[in-house]
């Protein structure tokens, strides 16, 4: 298969981007770009719908099932829809002991939603999350898997708000 194909789900950058990651391994291990080519696809469609995890499959060579199983092993990746922003709140213990509890008591208040729900007009997706290995540095929130804010007070968490919205 080849990024020209006509029957496929993803875009021709995103084709271009997962040539990339291919690149790095040899051509007989397709598959162990698999977890780039996930992210790849997440960021171009902001989730992981059947299609484009069997697109994924696809490309690589693999069953569906085994780009499912790594989908689904990986909190990174979203496998239902997601609002366009989601903040990640780490609860582990160290995070919870900085004030991670009231961080996210008050972004749940903020956004009128609970862990694992989406704000009506999609913009966020609250999640509860485990160590994101900035412990000193709590609490942490991570935003859409790619930013990572410390020391979140409600006045920092407002500025992120308005920021993202």
Not at 72 to 100: A, D
Not at 101 to 126: M, V
């Amino acid at each position: 298969m080849s990024a020209g194909d006509n029957n496929r789900q993803l875009s021709t950058q995103a084709y271009q981007k997962i040539d990339r990651e291919l690149a790095k391994f040899p051509s007989e291990q397709r598959q162990s770009a698999v977890i780039a080519a996930l992210a790849i696809a997440q960021d171009e469609c902001g989730w992981l719908s059947p299609e484009a995890m069997q697109a994924v499959a696809d490309y690589l060579g693999m069953p569906a099932i085994a780009v499912q199983e790594v989908a689904t092993f990986y909190n990174m990746f979203n496998t239902k829809p997601v609002g366009k922003h989601k903040i990640t709140v780490c609860t582990n213990l160290p995070c919870m002991l900085s004030g991670g509890d009231s961080a996210a008591r008050y972004l749940q208040q903020k956004l009128g939603i609970k862990f694992g729900e989406t704000t009506p007009d999609g913009k966020f997706t609250l999640i509860a999350g485990e160590c994101m290995g900035s412990c000193g540095d709590g609490p942490v929130l991570l935003v859409n898997n790619k930013w990572m804010h410390i020391q979140m007070s409600n006045t920092k968490i407002d500025a992120l708000l308005k920021e993202l919205t």
